[in-house]
């Protein structure tokens, strides 16, 4: 079983539509949990973290279920420059380990 | 707004080469990391470290690979004798002391001929 799983879409959507993205992770000591979005041939840039009591940034939500395993990212009024690939990431603990990544769902919105 | 910089942007070079990549990690960030993605896989862990040593590395960093703090700003991946598998983009991060947030440099992209 991957470590961190995503639907890689393509999630095609129009604009001004609200869109979700899951993830579950199988660690079950997993301990921080993000959201990255990566553009094509960039860096993977910090979207938002994920917090157990969810949280929201803007038109971002993101929510946490520690029993499940499982991470979600809604996407509110979706903007052109939404389009883009978004990362679900984990990390066992706090300080100097590794991140995990998934392989990330592709988001296209168009006019 | 602080960031993570790194040089050369793209790199071409022979198979059996060696290579050293460039990071310049935010300043007040003492954990430093290397990344790499192959063209349209995820991305993957190689490297960590702090207080000038590694403090965790991956399967895929092995004795072909070395990491290095050579002076008070930089942070360097030595690839000593390249493979064509090596062809990726290469990623640098860097996190503060008690976060587990990193931040990303935009990348070099490497192509081993």
């Known amino acids: 079983r991957k470590e961190v799983e995503q639907d890689p879409g393509p999630f095609n959507v129009p604009e001004g539509a609200t869109v979700a993205f899951n993830c579950t992770y199988s660690n079950s000591a997993s301990q921080s949990f993000f959201w990255y979005r990566q553009d094509c041939r960039k860096e993977p840039k910090l979207l938002m973290s994920?917090?157990?009591s969810g949280n929201e940034d803007g038109r971002f939500t993101a929510q946490l279920n520690r029993a499940s395993q499982y991470i979600s990212l809604l996407i509110r009024d979706s903007k052109l420059s939404d389009s883009a690939t978004y990362l679900c990431v984990v990390n066992r603990d706090t300080g100097f380990q590794k991140l995990v990544f998934g392989t990330g769902t592709r988001l296209l919105v168009s006019p | 707004e602080p960031e993570v910089t790194q040089t050369p942007s793209h790199q071409v070079t022979q198979m059996g080469q060696e290579v050293i990549l460039r990071c310049v990690p935010i300043?007040?960030?003492?954990?430093f990391y290397w990344y790499r993605q192959i063209l349209g896989q995820k991305v993957e862990f190689l490297v960590s470290?702090?207080?000038?040593?590694?403090?965790?590395k991956s399967e895929i960093f092995d004795d072909q690979f070395s990491v290095e703090r050579p002076d008070g700003s930089n942070f360097t991946l030595k690839i000593r004798s390249t493979k064509l598998e090596d062809s990726a983009m290469y990623f640098c991060?860097?996190?503060?002391?008690?976060?587990?947030?990193?931040?990303f440099g935009p990348g070099t992209r490497l192509l081993v001929l």
């Open positions: 994920v917090y157990s």
């Open positions: 300043s007040n960030h003492l954990y």
């Open positions: 991060a860097s996190s503060e002391v008690g976060t587990a947030t990193q931040y």
């Open positions: 470290f702090y207080n000038n040593e590694i403090s965790e």
